[in-house]
């Protein structure tokens, strides 16, 4: 089964850290929903004969942002094109319906609304339940708020939440990283997922760390790699003592709460990528649309997807599969390597099985070990190849 992501890029304001495309012009919304329905009806993506549509992904930017009358649109358009059954309920069988929200955005009435949209599953950015950070983040929603989120999706009977924190912020020490994790326990959502803090170029935390001064404060200290390492080992501690699953480097699930959909590209499933910037997958070529709206838009209302694309293959499609395949607790399954892969992942991967970081699984899996997670980005680039 394949997913559909739809690339929702519009925010109110930008969090400094983010290095997704986005746009803060909200005034194009209505314009891009149209874009991404026709883009769906005009362009079909081939997918493998026999395959349907499993998951659907909503992700952005803030899809929050969105109007309740703009997702009825893609719903109604969704439905149509690729012909969904019965999405009303939970999990289970069903296809996965996944939003990004705010947690700001979630009223009683846009709560109701994904319900009755067929949306089954909410990824919140909760961050962080310091408002201090989130002010600093440039977040818009407070501590509290995550909390009044999840009651009022509970209300609408949303029985799958998701949310996001992020640790090493500047000066944050151990005792603050707990008190997250504890907050976010507290919630007792069905799946969490938990992020170092990144300083990727191009984002204005970029800029404060590259050209802030640091006698004013304006450049922030990340934490040492110590207490990171001190950070992640607490969370999956605390996690896995509270009965969640470390089923991928960043996620945590309840039993049967994985991420259906992102499991989906961790496993070489094809994908169908909607609206500007998203990428594309049908088990042998990769596509992705412009990183522009307005050429996205104006190319689709005239006709013309404007996207590049590339063969996976050889070399390159080991080199993707063992990148997402060995950040899950399963691993790279080795059967499915040509001869010549296989010989040089063992053999490259000798070393560090050795030393307790891989180890091969009764089902000819090759996967880290807990020690492994921790240096997972070393090992996993010493056995690409270049």
Partial sequence: MAGIYIHIPFCRSRCIYCGFYSTTNLELRQRYVEAVCREMKTYPFPL???MGIDTIYLGGGTPSQLTIPQLRQLFININKVYSLPSIQGGVGGEPEITIEVNPDDVTDEFAAALQQFGINRVSMGAQTFDDERLRWLHRRH????????????????IRNISIDLMYGFPDETLSDWQHDIDAALA???????????MIEEGTPLYQMMHNGDRHNGDCPQCVDEETERQMYEMLIDKLEAAGYEHYEISNFARPGYRSRHNSGYWNDTPYIGLGAAAH???????SWNIADIHQYIDGIENGKRLFDSEVIEGNTRYNDRLTVALRTREGIDLSTLSDYH???AIKNARRFINDGLLHITPANHLALTRRGLFVSD???????LV
């Fill in 142 to 157: 407070t501590s509290k708020q995550v909390g009044e989120a999840v009651r009022r999706l509970r209300e609408a009977g």
């Fill in 280 to 286: 594309s997958y049908d088990g042998h070529t990769r």
């Fill in 48 to 50: 493998p004969e026999g």
């Fill in 187 to 197: 919630l007792n959502v069905e799946h969490l997922s938990a992020y170092c803090l």
């Fill in 342 to 344: 296989r010989d040089y």
């Fill in 378 to 384: 070393m090992i996993i680039s010493e056995l690409m």
